[in-house]
């Protein structure tokens, strides 16, 4: 069994709660299509398991085949600076096909970010070392490719359907229980 | 199938082509750690497959100036097309001629015709210092890589 090296910690993105008795922590990559398929079943799980179920997202962009995924996180990042992660999260996962400047631009506008200061951040490359530190941290705990999900530090190597994910989820919550 | 070379005994020394016109054979790299990943085929249909994850971490296994050589059955001109399509920024071997000779001689070629997914990580002696076979299927990562240059640079 794979095991996370890093667990998520405070300084992770996470929906729900610190107690909550699961989280699912994702790699991914923002031009992955495998990841843009993962994204509606994430947001399923979270309403199905409510208060029960806490969701991380690190980044693990394929910058080599995907040339949109490390500027696409580091978008995501900028928006972190001013607490619009999720927001800007939703937004590249709903537009995966127009990833791009002028896409990240309308989102950066929609949410009231400054545009300058975001052209400043790519262009500087201000969050390219917390992007990376993502990318290293899944590379020393197994990530092999996008997405990758861990349900509470142990890598699920079995699909990543909703039904799969709610009956792996499920069973790791009637462990905690027992 | 012979059994997979372990961890202690000598790399066998190969020549093989690296481009059309090119070989690099492992003596070559002596003096350095080197990463041998036998893979079955290119054109893997699936994101983030093995050498794609490879390339990225390509930064990392150079802070150990280790050496990474793919490996596979694959002609040089297929090898050629592929890393061109993934930007691979590492060596791509044929183990063309006699097919899958290379893999044999470690242990690693499969009756269907292609080699396993087998990973070495020799010294810079050229003695094997871990191997892994992975599940056909499964991408085995690097996790296990990192671990054996780590403890060669220990």
Redesign the interface.
């Known amino acids: 069994m794979t095991i996370l090296k890093v667990p998520v910690n405070p300084s992770d993105h996470a929906q729900g709660s610190e107690d909550a008795p699961l989280t699912l922590l994702e790699y991914g990559d923002y031009e992955c299509p495998y990841c843009g398929l993962a994204y509606p079943i994430v947001k399923a799980l979270q309403s199905h398991f409510g208060e029960r179920l806490r969701f991380a997202f690190r980044n693990f962009p394929l910058t080599q085949i995907h040339p949109h995924a490390e500027s696409a996180a580091e978008t995501a990042e900028f928006a972190i600076a001013h607490e619009r992660f999720w927001e800007m999260h939703d937004g590249l996962y709903e537009n995966q096909q127009y990833l791009g400047e002028p896409l990240y631009e309308r989102l950066a506008v929609q949410l009231r970010l400054s545009v300058r200061d975001l052209r400043a951040a790519l262009t500087a490359g201000t969050f390219a070392p917390r992007v990376r530190a993502d990318f290293l941290s899944g590379v020393r705990s197994g990530v092999n490719g996008t997405p990758t999900f861990f349900i509470n530090n142990k890598r699920h190597d079995a699909r990543f359907d909703y039904d799969d994910l709610v009956a792996a989820l499920e069973a790791e919550y009637l462990r905690q229980a027992a | 199938m012979s059994k997979m070379l372990q961890a202690g005994a000598p790399a066998p020394e190969f020549t093989l082509n690296v481009t059309p016109d090119q070989t690099l054979s492992l003596r070559e790299l002596r003096g350095r750690s080197v990463i041998l990943a036998f893979y079955p085929a290119d054109w893997s249909p699936?994101?983030?497959?093995?050498m794609?994850?490879y390339?990225?971490?390509l930064p990392?296994f150079r802070k150990y100036h280790a050496e990474l050589l793919g490996i596979s059955v694959d002609g040089v001109w297929c090898h050629a097309a592929f890393a061109k399509d993934?930007?691979?920024?590492f060596p791509l071997l044929s183990d063309f001629e006699p097919k899958g000779d290379v893999a044999r001689q470690y242990g690693v070629y499969r009756k269907e015709g292609f080699c396993e997914r087998a990973l070495f990580v020799l010294d810079k002696n050229g003695v094997i210092e871990w191997s892994y076979c992975s599940p056909i299927a499964?991408?085995?990562?690097?996790?296990g890589i990192?671990d054996a240059l780590e403890r060669l640079a220990a």
Not at chain 2, 86 to 89: A, G, Y
Not at chain 2, 138 to 143: D, I, K, L, T, W
């Open positions: 699936v994101c983030g497959d093995q794609s994850l390339n990225e971490i990392e993934r930007k691979l920024h499964v991408n085995p990562g690097a996790e990192l």
